[in-house]
């Protein structure tokens, strides 16, 4: 991060309003669901001139509203600080953009999408998503805040905004007669701070029979299974169905569908509609909504103990790693993601731990991972490294990344995963 860089976080978390109550009901805040400690912006990866430079640090204190179970982080960071320049490319995770085309293809058919709809996107990212939709005949528009990542995605011929998305660019776009059929929000909602103006844009933005898709990681799975470092600060807020049936009903809008994905650890896929569309409720949110409640998603004592599985978690991996280092073994990683950054930090493993890591994208190539200060090279420097250990930081996509290196057998070389607690893998074995 740069001196300029950095003043700029500073700024904004000087004038960003920190959360008084809940950002979604406004009840009070008085519960603890987990504190990671300080740690750094998730994507603030450092240049090499930058690693002697202070950098900006936030509290990861997570809390838990008790009237309508948001989880949640304050804003401790404004989005302009986070998303004005991004170091995320969807395209460069290719399992993520095979599930982008295959949503395109059964939501076209199961809307009737054609040629006089639109689908936009919001947070459209370098149009991993969107571009899989002019095949099927259907117009688009993509709204991204990141200039750098937007860029991408207009070279590819994607129409695309670059402005934040909210009550006031819905209303412009209305201005503009622009209304859509579809609007698509896949991992986006976690990182708004104003969610009732996010929502209330989509209301807006929406045709009376149209139809809105969230994609986000279940708050359910992320306690079960003890995904911890799914918390940084650019995700505000954490999701159940019963939130975003609260969320709903408070906009005007019905919760119509829910699916359950395998993706970023566990996530829903909801489809929301006007209370007054003629569209059916599946009695899959029922369904769910009751699951829910049975695993105390409505209880507060599910929340409040899921700090000291987090703890257990960070325990077991240093074990792993100092045991690891003591028998002289060699060990660098895989990946750069958000989500290593916030375990990284909380566990506080720096280069002592891992020699380096890698990642497919090369805008990160030559950088340092932020608080920590592991250097960061492309894939092809674990084939000269050859290390005994892998660890896999983004393990949500470890199937993907074991397929593609499983040549690392050759060596002897393993992965870990380090959620929900250590796990080694020989790829010789599979």
Known sequence: MNIQRLDAVRDAARSSHLVPGCRLCGSRLSHTFVDLGMSPPCESFLQAEDVDQMEAYFPLKVL??????????????????????????????????????????????RLGLGKDSLAVELASNDGYLLQHFPQLGVPVLGIEPAANVARVAIDKGIPTRVDFFGERLARQLLSEGLAADLIIGNNVLAQVPDLNDFVGGMKILLKPEGTITLEFPHVER????????????????????????????????????????????????????????????????????????????????????????????????????????????????????????????????????????????????????????IPIRPVAAIDDAKPDYILILPWNLKDEIIRQMSHVAAWGAKFVVPIPFVTVIDPSEL
Request: proline share 3%; hydrophobic share 35%.
């Open 222 to 373: 992320l306690i079960a299974e003890n995904q911890f470092d799914t918390i940084y600060h650019e995700h505000f807020s954490y999701f159940s169905l019963v939130t975003i049936a609260a969320m709903a009903l408070r906009h005007g809008l019905r919760l119509v569908d829910v699916e359950e994905l395998s993706t970023h650890g566990g996530s829903l896929r909801v489809y929301l509609a006007h209370h007054d569309s003629e569209q059916r409720t599946s009695q899959r949110v029922d369904d769910l909504l009751a699951r829910e409640r049975r695993h105390g998603l409505t209880n507060m004592s599910t929340y409040a103990s899921f700090g000291h599985k987090a703890a257990m978690a960070k325990r077991d991996l240093l074990a792993f790693l100092i045991s690891a280092k003591n028998e002289g073994k060699r060990i660098c990683g895989y990946g750069a993601p958000g989500k290593g950054n916030t375990l990284l930090n909380y566990c506080a493993i720096g280069p002592d731990f891992l020699d380096f890591t890698v990642d497919r994208n090369p805008y990160k190539h030559g950088r340092f991972t932020p608080g920590m200060h």
């Open 64 to 109: 838990v509203c008790e009237t309508c179970y948001l989880v949640q982080l304050k804003e401790y960071m404004s989005p302009e600080s986070i998303f004005t320049e991004y170091a995320y490319f969807s395209s460069f995770s290719t399992s993520w953009v095979a599930h982008a085309k295959l949503y395109c293809e059964q939501v076209a058919q």
